[in-house]
């Protein structure tokens, strides 16, 4: 059983982690069977602060489209930030090394939207999402003819959420004294990303355990 520790603190906790690490696996088939495809997915639908849809597409090619629309459910496997702890950061040396990560595994039923509306849609809020910030952020009508050449070799899809099981081992059962050894430890090697999560989920240790 999972540690309770390790669980969201919120539905938006999982909202904002799928919104910050968009690629999953799709997975489609039974256990002896199964077929992934690592694909980008936006939340479309948010209720409450709880994830009820996201949109994705698949190049129009590949095999689970067919699958999906014989057979719509599939997993989705997030994984965001994570690192190896390493006993040689810690004055205790007792210590067994761990793994700290986040981690989102979402049960969706797939409907595929087949429109040029949909499409268009889905793309471009991919786009917009992912270039927002950037210097010199592209948009898609800089590709000119080549955007419309290019839509029909994609589908659009929907994927309704039925169930949602995240997982933020971000050192919530550590030590006070090892929890600052483990941010250094990792800020050494530069994982910002992880740093930040294991500050927020430990913000309670005062300074988010920077000390």
Do not use: C
């Not at 999953?24 to 209720?47: I, W, Y």
């Not at 290019?150 to 550590?174: H, M, N, S, Y």
């Amino acid at each position: 059983m999972s540690n309770p520790r390790f669980s969201a603190r919120s539905d938006e906790d999982v909202t904002r982690f799928i919104s910050a690490n968009p690629l999953a696996f799709v997975v489609t088939g039974n256990a002896g069977n199964a077929d992934t495809t690592l694909l980008p997915l936006r939340p479309e639908q948010v209720s409450g602060g709880r994830l009820a849809t996201l949109t994705g597409h698949y190049p129009r090619a590949n095999p689970q489209v067919a699958q999906l629309q014989a057979e719509p459910h599939a997993t989705l496997l997030f994984l965001g930030p994570h690192g190896y702890v390493s006993p040689s950061w810690f004055a205790d040396r007792t210590q067994a090394p761990t793994w700290n990560y986040a981690a989102a595994n979402v049960s969706v039923r797939i409907e595929f939207l087949d429109t040029p509306e949909d499409l268009d849609r889905i793309v471009r809020d991919l786009v917009d999402a992912m270039e927002a910030g950037r210097e010199r952020r592209w948009r898609v009508e800089e590709m000119h003819a080549r955007y419309a050449l290019l839509l029909p070799r994609i589908i659009p899809f929907r994927a309704t959420v039925l169930d949602i099981r995240a997982k933020f081992k971000l050192g919530q059962d550590e030590r006070d004294d090892t929890f600052p050894e483990i941010l250094h430890g990792l800020a050494q090697g530069g994982n910002a990303a992880l740093l930040a999560l294991m500050r927020d989920f430990n913000s309670q240790r005062g300074n988010g355990g920077a000390s």
